[in-house]
């Protein structure tokens, strides 16, 4: 059974860090390029980070740049997201999913399996 289970959630502080994990299991893990989104209350999802299956590329929201940083433990099976000098507007439930799409798409279509997700709160 495929599975994405993100963790490390909770409440920051603005201009605090968090960071996000997020452990897969029941595929080949290397296969898969994996992305971040958020959706907060009132607002469209965001594609906040994308990383590939194997070859390093990595791409960031324009909200997210500078501030978060992608990673990936292939031996591992986990997915990291390290969120420094977190603003107010990072609040929001974050969900990790995967594609096997070799690009960074935003269609959550192309996404076919995605974590339960896990709330940030990020306080002025």
């Known amino acids: 059974e495929v599975q994405l289970v993100e963790s490390g959630g909770g409440f920051g502080q603005a201009g605090g860090s968090l960071r996000l994990s997020c452990a897969a299991s029941?595929?080949?893990?290397?296969?898969?390029?994996i992305c971040w989104f958020r959706q907060a209350p009132g607002k469209e999802g965001e594609g906040v980070s994308w990383?590939?299956?194997?070859?390093?590329?990595?791409h960031y929201a324009d909200s997210v740049k500078g501030r978060f940083t992608i990673s990936r433990d292939n031996a591992k099976n986990t997915v990291y997201l390290q969120m420094n000098s977190l603003k107010p507007e990072d609040t929001a439930v974050y969900y990790c999913s995967r594609t096997s799409v070799r690009i960074w798409v935003l269609n959550r279509y192309e996404y076919d399996y995605w974590g339960q997700g896990t709330q940030v709160t990020v306080s002025s």
């Open positions: 029941g595929f080949t893990f290397a296969d898969y390029a």
């Open positions: 990383i590939s299956s194997s070859d390093g590329t990595i």
